[in-house]
């Protein structure tokens, strides 16, 4: 962890235009800092019951709540030079339109936990796959050493790789996967004329 990095300032919670219910404090984090306007932008979704983190099922899931993830991810994005803008919702369309809004240039990677749609949301893997950005699917459990419906994902066909069953580090192991993903594709890409290609 780097600790010559000088503090920034606290995010400001940015607000967006998707629709369902929502609690403004818990669904919306979003950490612009330490990343400027080149930094890495990871876009983090979670879906339904994962808003009851910290009272749901504590022995499964842990006692973290899923405020307590995003503060640990905007550190972490913090310390990456990246940024994050989380997002939880218990609508399976509020999801496939934030996937829908990365794909049109608001996120250059997306960590999604789809919760119980991992199991059955064909819509989910469409949006993904069709995002074309990398994408990660994170679960606080390990579903494969579930019950049988949580054994099958129909969503990580479309992504680029999972972590599963690190509790709420699923999605710091996750987020640090995914930036360094991004950025060796970015160094892998040619350079013609002094420029890189996108
Ligand atoms: C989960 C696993 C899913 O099977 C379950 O429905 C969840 C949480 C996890 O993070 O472990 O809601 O996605």
Redesign the pocket.
Known sequence: MATSRRRAPQPTPRRHAGRGVVKPTLMRHSAKIGAGQTGLRIMVLS????DRLGRREPS??GTATLEDIHRRLEAVAQEQGASVDCRQSNHEGDLLDWIGQAADGAAEGILI????L??TSYALYDAVRSALIPTIE????N?YA?EEF?RKSVVVPACLGSV?GFGAVSYQLALLGLIDHLRTMAQSRPIVSGTRQP
């Open positions: 879906g339904p019951n994962l499964i899931y936990n789809p919760g119980a991992t199991h994170v679960h606080l459990s579903p579930r949580r599963a």
